[in-house]
């Protein structure tokens, strides 16, 4: 079933006289339950896209349908409810509360939905046992690892059982063994639980965790590859021939 | 370069510091204001006894000003080291691009002295418009003509505006300048990096220091509102440290409970914002537990200063209708060997009469009488066996001076001039009258045990268990600290002891009158130096209260506008700063899907608490400290101190109330989502 469906949007920025198009005319679209990655270098126009369907940035052009809803045309409330309803965040830089409690910041996601205390408490608890962070439930940001902070983020993220995950940069900063431990936890979320997750990165290691990889380069799309049945470590090896096919400054950056 | 760094500085500042500004402009124009009062009140045609009483103004507030710029020094430099931390990145990049200390200083300096030369101007301006407006209640409080009246400029104030405001700006700079050169380049690099430690107090902890300090505050409050005539200046000071320490220590322990109590109630903490809005108060609180305590306490002087200053205001206008029914008093003693001694009587109007002036002609009506005195009748002998216990409470009463004496049937002449009830009461008994409270409640104790006394060689019972409400001489506040109105036929003339005239003049409130009969006293005065002739007259009364009035009035909305600018601007400056601080939490909220109006309502609720949190122990302890002072005030008359209280909290809630308002409208601009 197709969740969401990317037609034909632009997206340019500056005036008249010195115009970027940062994107450029892309269509795609993403299945129900499905692991896409989008990789691009640094300005190939990966995270203004990111940010065009996760609402925070508007289209110049063109139209985003998350189930049938337009939500290029949402605005104030509407688009405030969507947001919270329909979408779950990961950033780079975690973005957690600092004055909060790991469990607090999770279950911020639900009480700003006005759902009930006694939901609230089972929600966070089942959904702290999937990511493995039980333990670091009354702990605050600061004392917690990078690894554990990104994996309270993506709790945060799942707990409201939104229609897409949206990731940017997951793993960017993160060590190399928690970044492999938080991209197992996506898998799982992925194949086990159901969810749909849409991650952008530069990363052809953690592109090589998703179903699907889209490359992007110049604010269009350059190419396109699923991993069908290939191991990981043969997904892996096609994206970095894509890469390297793309070249210039991604190649740096495998 | 460095100039036009500095400006585009002070442009950005401008935006997000206004209330720093604002409050600068506040400071300059007060300051100026109550300067320019003394040549103001100058202007004004009023009596010879208030150009004294404006003379005592003007240099009493010249004197409170040093003590107000010292608060506003400390304000200013306070704001100008913490406007310097905010701006840390700032320098780390100035010196990162090779800029050396001694240029940043300059940049600094050269700031400085902008904002030092724009806010004297700015707020000079703002002064000399204000103390237009001003002038108008100088001139209402010395009930003085205003026809007189131009616009004026006090060079005077302005000139020491400018000095005293040039001082402060120095300091600034030098303390500036000292901060630079002790920076260093990886902490200010570093100074964004805030991880903040989250520790919760031990709950039972706070609990038992709340109980703690909630009794230390119970026990200060009832030794100053309750036990007040023990107190003592070292007892004071002790109940004051105590209640100030006590502040602190409740600010601490609530901090603690908040969260506590908050998290608690699960089903209100898991709605909406609630968790975050109660997170960022806790933290808030938790971190500025030392700020509030002082603004708290400020506030607490604020509040009394102000209450009081309208309320002897007030009082004095209502207390001089009251105890000051009737022009004139005089009053005439002859001593017969030396001063201070046993008195003869003399007829006041014979003694005018010698000098060719005939006074009963003066007046429209009076009562002529004169008091008694028996020098074996005195406090102490009234007292009895009660007066050791009186003692140690009252001291400052001199027990031996004999008691003042009254003829029943003069006193109700009096009381039927003065328009108050008249007595009856048999010929063996007395009635003590008596308007000073205090004094009225000791002696009220001794009434009701129903001793007789011993005057004149009569045995005298009291007709009432208690005093009853009164005076004799005209004043402007109760100070009748005791007449005993004895039956007529107990007075001999032997014991007379003064001569009394008490009337109104043919004109009511005549000037005329009233230096004649002055200049003829004093031909009186002279024949002999054993006597004493005084004169009370309602227009010196009168003079004397508005004087005073106005002198405290002046001196509560300098003190305390002065202590509610610094505490609304410590408060702001810290709520903005930290709003800067969470902007990224806002935006991260925003993120998640919270809507707009949660947020703002988040904030409101955050900038509310930490404006009321102060405001609410300020209040709880001018409820008591007001007790205390209802006490000192006590002669002056406190019955319309309700109207005051109303009066001064307008005035709070004015300033205060503009500050939080200010400080949550900029606020909700910081925390606005940035496109």
């Not at chain 2, 030392?290 to 200063?305: A, E, P």
């Amino acid at each position: 079933m197709e969740l969401l469906s990317i037609q034909q949007i632009e997206k340019y920025y500056g005036s008249r006289s010195s115009l970027t198009k940062a994107i450029d005319d892309i269509s795609f679209s993403v299945q129900q339950g499905e692991f896409v990655a989008i990789m691009g270098a640094s300005g190939s126009g990966k995270t203004t896209l990111l940010n065009c369907i996760s609402t925070i940035d508007r289209v110049t052009a063109g139209h985003i349908f998350l189930e049938n809803t337009d939500i290029t045309t949402l605005k104030g409330k509407a688009l405030n409810q969507f947001r919270r309803e329909k979408l779950g965040f990961i950033f780079q830089e975690f973005n957690l509360l600092d004055t909060l409690t790991a469990y607090e910041n999770i279950s911020l996601a639900l009480s700003i939905q006005k759902k009930p205390a006694k939901e609230i408490d089972e929600a966070v608890k089942t959904v702290a046992e999937q990511l493995g962070i039980t333990e670091v439930l009354q702990k605050y940001p600061y004392q917690m690892s990078g690894g554990q902070k990104q994996r309270v983020a993506s709790a945060r993220a799942i707990v409201t059982k939104p229609k897409l995950v949206l990731a940017d940069e997951p793993t960017g900063a993160l060590d190399s063994k928690a970044a492999k431990m938080l991209l197992e936890r996506f898998r799982y979320l992925n194949q086990e639980c159901g969810a749909t997750i849409m991650m952008v990165t530069h990363d052809s290691f953690t592109a090589s965790y998703a179903g699907r990889v889209i490359f992007i380069k110049d604010g269009k799309i350059f190419h396109e590859i699923s991993r069908g049945t290939d191991s990981r470590k043969q997904f892996f090896d096609k994206i970095i021939d894509v890469v390297t096919l793309l070249g210039g400054d991604m190649s740096d950056a495998l | 370069m460095l100039f036009k760094l500095s400006v585009s500085n002070i442009r950005r500042s401008l935006r997000d510091y206004a209330v720093y500004f604002f409050t600068l402009l506040i400071g300059v124009s007060v300051f100026y204001v109550f300067n320019a009062i003394g040549g103001q009140a100058a202007m004004l045609r009023v009596s010879e006894s208030r150009n004294d009483i404006i003379e005592l103004l003007k240099t009493t507030l010249s004197g409170v000003s040093v003590f107000v710029a010292g608060v506003l020094g400390l304000l200013i430099v306070y704001a100008s080291r913490f406007l310097m931390k905010r701006r840390s990145k700032e320098f780390a990049l100035y010196m990162t691009l090779g800029m050396s200390k001694g240029n940043i200083s300059a940049i600094l300096l050269l700031e400085t002295l902008m904002i030092g030369i724009g806010s004297l101007f700015v707020g000079l301006l703002i002064g000399i418009g204000l103390s237009q407006l001003m002038s108008a209640l100088v001139a209402n409080l010395f009930e003085a003509d205003m026809s007189a009246y131009k616009f004026s400029v006090s060079a005077e104030a302005i000139g020491k505006t400018i000095l005293y405001f040039a001082v402060m700006y120095l300091v600034v700079m030098i303390f500036n300048s000292v901060v630079v050169t002790r920076m260093k380049l990886i902490n200010l690099l570093q100074s964004g990096r805030r991880s903040e430690q989250i520790r919760l107090k031990n709950p039972v902890l706070c609990v038992v220091v709340f109980l703690l300090a909630a009794a230390m505050l119970g026990f200060a409050y009832y030794n100053v509102g309750w036990n007040y005539p023990h107190l003592n200046n070292k007892t004071m000071a002790l109940y004051i440290c105590m209640g100030a320490a006590a502040t602190f220590f409740i600010f601490w322990s609530v901090s603690g409970m908040i969260l506590r109590v908050m998290m608690s109630a699960k089903n209100l903490y898991h709605r909406g914002l609630n968790v975050f809005t109660v997170r960022q108060i806790s933290s808030k609180v938790n971190t500025t537990v030392f700020s509030m305590t002082v603004i708290c306490l400020m506030l607490f002087v604020t509040i009394c200063t102000l209450s009081s200053a309208f309320s002897i205001r007030n009082s004095m206008n209502a207390n001089l209708k009251e105890f000051c029914p009737v022009d004139c008093e005089i009053e005439y003693r002859q001593y017969t060997e030396e001063m201070y001694g046993d008195t003869t009587y003399k007829d006041i109007t014979e003694l005018y009469a010698e000098q060719g002036h005939d006074l009963t002609a003066d007046f429209s009506e009076y009562v002529h009488f004169h008091n008694y005195c028996d020098h074996e009748f005195t406090f102490g002998s009234f007292l009895g066996s009660q007066l050791d216990k009186f003692m140690e409470s009252y001291r400052f009463i001199e027990y031996q001076t004999p008691m003042n004496l009254v003829r029943l049937s003069d006193y109700n002449k009096l009381a039927a001039l003065y328009g108050k009830e008249q007595f009856e009461m048999a010929d063996n008994e007395f009635i003590l009258l008596c308007d000073f409270r205090s004094m009225k409640e000791a002696t009220d104790s001794i009434l009701s045990e129903g001793y007789p006394i011993n005057v004149c060689g009569t045995t005298l019972y009291s007709h009432y268990a208690e005093c009853q409400e009164g005076f004799i001489d005209i004043s402007s506040q109760r100070i009748n600290t005791g007449i005993f109105i004895i039956p007529d036929s107990a007075a001999e003339e032997k014991y007379a002891a003064a001569d009394y005239i008490i009337g109104n003049y043919k004109e009511q409130g005549s000037k005329e009158y009233e230096s004649i009969i002055r200049e003829v006293s004093l031909e009186v005065g002279e024949q002999d130096e054993l006597c004493r002739l005084d004169i009370n007259t309602k227009i010196d009364i009168a003079d004397a209260s508005v004087g005073l009035g106005a002198l405290v009035t002046f001196l509560g909305l300098y003190i305390g506008l002065v202590f509610l600018i610094a505490c609304g601007a410590i408060l702001a400056l810290k709520e903005l700063s930290e709003s800067a601080d969470s902007a990224g939490r806002y935006e991260m909220l925003r993120r998640i899907g919270a809507d707009e109006n949660e947020l703002s309502l988040s904030l409101f609720r955050q900038t509310g608490v930490f404006f009321l949190l102060p405001l609410l122990l300020a209040i709880v302890h001018s409820v008591f400290g007001m007790r205390f002072s209802a006490y000192i005030l006590e002669a002056m008359g406190t019955e319309k101190m309700w109207i005051s209280v109303f009066g001064a909290s307008l005035l709070i809630l004015v300033i205060y109330g503009g500050y939080f308002l200010i400080t949550y409208f900029c606020s909700r601009g910081i925390i606005k989502e940035r496109r």
